[in-house]
């Protein structure tokens, strides 16, 4: 039987799996709400061959999220790095290079440890002014190139939860913040198709 593949997901309140779930760092051990409200919850019921420990903590930029690195991901010398914040930072006005260079730093700091990232896009929330979803946009394309560069995977997780009429909306959510468990779900299967990727 082959071993199991561990993958860390690293991140805000989109990782966590607000406002339904309260992740393990959250809410230790093992978390606490609705686990069908997590990526992580789909991705391990549809691939049962992978660990996937969800490390998200609400409400944190990237800058916070990078902060966690020595105790969250590198003790569990995971194969795969699911990489997704920037949302806090945008909601807070944070400069776009803020966030450009923690997630470069956090990118590179899973390379040295020989794991590989999975860069994903910045969701959408339904209250953005103009100038949010303009910062948002920028990020992601950054994100993109970056991975680019870089031979990383990207992941476009705020595809699989935008509305289809209005990219800057969720398609569906409980509080105008996050998306809804068929939000996280969505975003289990574009994430899934990262992972194989990254695996091949």
């Not at 939860?161 to 909306?169: C, I, L, M, N, R």
């Amino acid at each position: 039987m082959a071993p199991r593949v561990k993958i860390v997901g690293w991140g805000d309140s989109t990782t966590a799996g607000t406002p339904g779930f309260r992740s393990p760092v959250e809410a230790p051990p093992n978390g606490d709400g609705n686990e069908e409200s997590q990526y992580s919850y789909w991705m391990m019921k549809e691939h049962p061959e992978w660990e996937v420990l969800n490390r998200g903590i609400n409400g944190e930029r990237t800058d916070q999220i990078l902060r966690r690195f020595s105790r969250d991901v590198g003790p569990e010398r995971p194969k795969i790095v699911v990489v997704l914040g920037g949302v806090n930072d945008v909601y807070q006005g944070y400069p776009v290079e803020f966030t450009q260079k923690n997630l470069a730093a956090m990118y590179s700091m899973v390379k040295d440890m020989e794991a590989m990232p999975i860069g994903c896009s910045v969701l959408p929330y339904d209250t953005m002014t103009p100038r949010q979803a303009t910062a948002r946009m920028e990020i992601n394309r950054w994100v993109e190139t970056e991975c680019g560069k870089r031979s990383i995977v990207f992941c476009d997780t705020a595809a699989a939860v935008s509305s289809t009429d209005d990219p800057d909306k969720l398609s569906g959510t409980p509080d105008g913040l996050h998306p809804d468990i068929e939000g996280y779900r969505s975003m289990s299967k574009a994430l899934s198709k990262s992972v194989e990727k990254s695996l091949a």
